[in-house]
């Protein structure tokens, strides 16, 4: 098993630009959810799936977009890029409340 | 909205040594709470999970305590080695998988 995949590793972007993280599991995990990592913040939940064709937001949704057509399969996608959004992205999956697995992480820079 | 703090923020100590790594939170109807380790520049590696009827979980040298009355939870790494050196993170899970994290607590370990 792959586990968590993400793509890319590292990406920069000009502020307004638009882009998707890409989020894999091969685990049959029904949970999937996207964090973010600040210095100092901890991570932050912005949105999350309980299943395919559900999703719902969590605490930091602003500018950020995500749908899920398929078990495997969560992107999150900014519309807009803005400064603000200079992060390291997480991807996690999970069987309903067990186990969290995480991703490796993309590094977002918006200039 | 649930709040999880862990003290200290970062811990320095030698070789062979025993230490616990503390995590309070504010909200006591969680599902489960997890521990992290986040090595610099890396994702996150799930350590244990404990459930919200559990009391402790064990893992080898590590041993995760939950009091879920008092909102505290405790990390203890016994005969601690320098490849313990990393980022200790403890997650609430508040339902759906959503957790909330705390800033977590750096650990060096000199040899």
């Known amino acids: 098993n792959a586990g968590v995949t993400q793509t890319p590793k590292f990406q920069v972007l000009k502020t307004g630009q638009s882009m998707t993280l890409q989020c894999a599991q091969d685990?049959?995990?029904?949970?999937m959810s996207w964090y973010r990592q600040d210095p100092g913040m901890g991570l932050r939940l912005i949105h999350y799936?309980?299943?395919?064709?559900?999703?719902d937001q969590g605490e930091v949704p602003n500018g950020y977009n995500v749908s899920r057509s398929t078990t495997e399969d969560f992107p999150l996608r900014l519309l807009s890029a803005a400064p603000s959004q200079t992060s390291v992205y997480f991807c996690a999956s999970s069987y309903r409340d067990r186990e969290q697995f995480f991703g490796p992480g993309t590094r977002l820079t918006v200039l | 909205k649930q709040e999880v703090t862990q003290i200290p923020a970062a811990l320095s100590v030698p070789e062979g040594e025993n230490l616990v790594l503390n995590c309070s939170f504010t909200d006591s109807a969680i599902y489960n709470l997890q521990w992290f380790r986040q090595d610099p520049g890396k994702g996150l590696t799930s350590l244990l999970l404990?459930?919200?009827?559990?009391r402790e979980q064990t893992s080898g040298r590590l041993n995760a305590s939950l009091d879920k009355s008092s909102g505290r939870s405790t990390l203890y790494i016994a005969a601690s080695q320098p490849g313990d050196s990393a980022t200790y993170l403890c997650?609430?899970?508040?339902?759906?998988?959503?957790?909330?994290f705390g800033t977590g607590t750096r650990l060096t370990v000199i040899p």
């Open positions: 404990i459930q919200s009827s559990q």
């Open positions: 799936s309980v299943g395919a064709g559900i999703t």
């Open positions: 997650a609430v899970n508040a339902g759906a998988n959503n957790l909330f």
């Open positions: 685990m049959n995990h029904e949970y």
